[in-house]
């Protein structure tokens, strides 16, 4: 986890380093202040010399100033620092996701995954800044402490090392427990989120069905597991605390026993005394931030193990060859199948050639959407071959394909909350703004986008005309579009079958539609159903 933590902070080693100077600054001036005290009590009650007042106050308080001007600094720095580190880990973590099969990433439900990989990120990153960094700061400061105190009285410095000892005991006998137990937590709430999430998200549907008391069963199910582990958590969690309390104030009853006996005896100075008091109490809560350092670790190890299942995933095949024109597309022998008792193409035969509209038709079921993810390079886990211009799919760039050669328009495409405007053009990096008005007039789209309307609340008609006009803006050399006339107009679709016929010139164009109306336009067309049997 450290070694892979590494690599992120290396991009902001400077911010990193100031964070670990301050940190450490700070806890100088924390162990000072005591010593100062301890020296101020024993020279007050010896010497009773007041210059000793002003000198012990002007240095405290000059420490007190340095702590807060370092403490705000390093605030500072922790956030910026850790909120890099943290997008940069998000990014990459996404990237990955993006270039999965899309079947791996289907098994996610969104917003589990969104509520997993932004909790399990801040946990990694909070274990590596407040717990790693301070844990060796505190390990040298421990071992200074133990250093201190042996030198004023061993009785003492023993007690201290034998209550470590039990402190460690405890924990390493829950360790495990701990870890098993985390992990179930952290599935149970991020799966209770997801389920939440899609209660929220179904409200229409909800509405139009009466489904309230099914929705209602499935959080409620989920909550139940979550409410049961999370009490398996806490207690374990408890354990762990009170083996902290006990061995706090288990010091804090030897301390007084043994440090009274040795003041009586004049052993020590009643400064020694209140000094070895602060200092053990310091040691004491390193003890504890030890005790959860350990189970910050095991939090830590459980986010870091659930992110290593993710992108330990293989990605994606995407070939390296890069070609700048699509004349013909081949299907070839075709066998695919979501499961092996069921084949939706076997042997299936295909071929479509530039300056055609092809139509593909099929009932439910028949594979008409994976046959696009099929020919777009969205999935690979097939038999056969798929070729562009002889060049098999599996060889060329298939992200180079969809960027620049393939626009696909979806029944229902998604939008994303910004103006419709930079919806028309989103993803696209050069386009002839000429072209994009004529589209958009041809589509009866222009008034919206003259007044630069940024209303995202769009008709169905409305997103499948900024899905086509996206589509088209891009110049691709294939268009496969899904139901594209399924929410528009009567005038929308005669523009639309207008504009098809001008483009498939110099284009493969492939519709996904039962809809007869676009049939006029259609030079041939595939029917699915038992098409490869």
């Known amino acids: 986890m450290i070694k892979y933590f590494i690599r992120y902070i290396k991009k902001y080693w400077v911010m990193f ?12 001036i924390e162990l000072a202040v005591p010593y100062i005290f301890s020296k101020f009590i024993d020279d007050i009650t010896v010497n009773k010399n007041i210059n000793t007042i002003y000198i012990s106050s002007a240095l405290i308080l000059a420490l007190v100033i340095i702590y807060l001007f370092f403490s705000f600094y390093k605030e500072v ?3 910026k620092c850790a909120g890099k580190v943290r997008f940069d880990m998000l990014d990459d973590c996404e990237s990955h996701i993006e270039k999965l099969p899309i079947k791996d990433i289907n098994k996610f439900n969104p917003a589990y995954l969104n509520e997993r990989l932004n909790n399990d990120i801040l946990n990694i990153i909070l274990f590596i800044f407040n717990n790693l960094c301070n844990s060796i700061i505190k390990i040298i400061g421990v071992i200074i402490l133990g250093g201190i ?8 410095f023993l007690i201290m090392v034998i209550v470590a000892l039990f402190n460690g005991l405890g924990f390493s006998f829950y360790n495990k427990e701990l870890f098993k137990v985390g992990y179930d937590y952290r599935e149970a709430n991020n799966k209770f989120y997801g389920a939440n999430n899609d209660r929220l998200n179904m409200m229409k549907q909800t509405k139009i069905n009466s489904w309230f008391d099914v929705v209602k069963v499935k959080v409620s199910n989920y909550y139940t597991i979550l409410l049961g582990v999370s009490i398996d958590y806490s207690k374990v969690s408890a354990k762990l605390r009170n083996i902290g ?27 020694e005394f209140i000094l070895v008091y602060n200092y053990t109490n310091i040691c004491m809560n390193n003890m504890e931030f030890f005790l959860s350092l350990g189970q910050n670790y095991q939090h830590a190890k459980v986010c870091y193990n659930r992110m290593s299942e993710i992108l330990t995933l293989k990605e994606e095949i995407n070939g390296t060859k890069i070609i700048n024109a699509i004349d013909s597309i081949e299907v070839k022998d075709l066998y695919f199948g979501h499961n092996s008792e069921k084949m939706l193409y076997e042997g299936l035969n295909l071929t479509f050639k530039k300056g055609n509209i092809y139509c593909i038709k099929g009932e439910n079921g028949s594979g008409k959407s994976t046959l696009i993810d099929i020919l777009t390079g969205i999935r690979y886990d097939y038999r056969g071959e798929v070729l562009y211009n002889n060049n098999n799919l599996r060889s060329l760039d298939a992200n180079y394909l969809r960027k620049n050669l393939i626009s696909v328009v979806e029944q229902e495409p998604d939008m994303i909350n910004i103006s419709l405007k930079e919806n028309l053009v989103y993803g696209l990096e050069d386009y002839d703004n000429k072209r994009l008005e004529d589209l958009c007039e041809g589509l009866y789209l222009d008034n919206r986008v003259k007044f630069n309307d940024n209303d995202t609340n769009l008709s169905g008609g409305e997103k499948q005309k900024i899905s086509e006009i996206r589509a088209l803006l891009k110049r691709p050399k294939v268009i496969i579009l899904d139901e594209p006339i399924s929410a528009l107009d009567a005038n929308s679709i005669v523009k639309l079958k207008h504009i098809l016929n001008e483009e498939k010139k110099d284009k493969i164009i492939i519709l996904v539609t039962h809809n ?12 699915l159903d038992n098409v490869g049997i």
């Open 516 to 527: 007869e109306e676009l049939y006029s336009i259609i030079d041939n067309f595939i029917t």
């Open 17 to 28: 380093l100031c964070f670990l100077i301050m940190t450490f600054i700070i806890y100088v």
């Open 245 to 271: 309390y006990l061995s706090k104030y288990l010091s804090l009853i030897l301390l007084i026993i043994f440090g009274g006996y040795e003041f009586i005896n004049d052993n020590l100075t009643i400064g």
């Open 149 to 156: 105190i042996a030198t004023i009285n061993v009785k003492i």
């Open 77 to 79: 720095i922790f956030n």
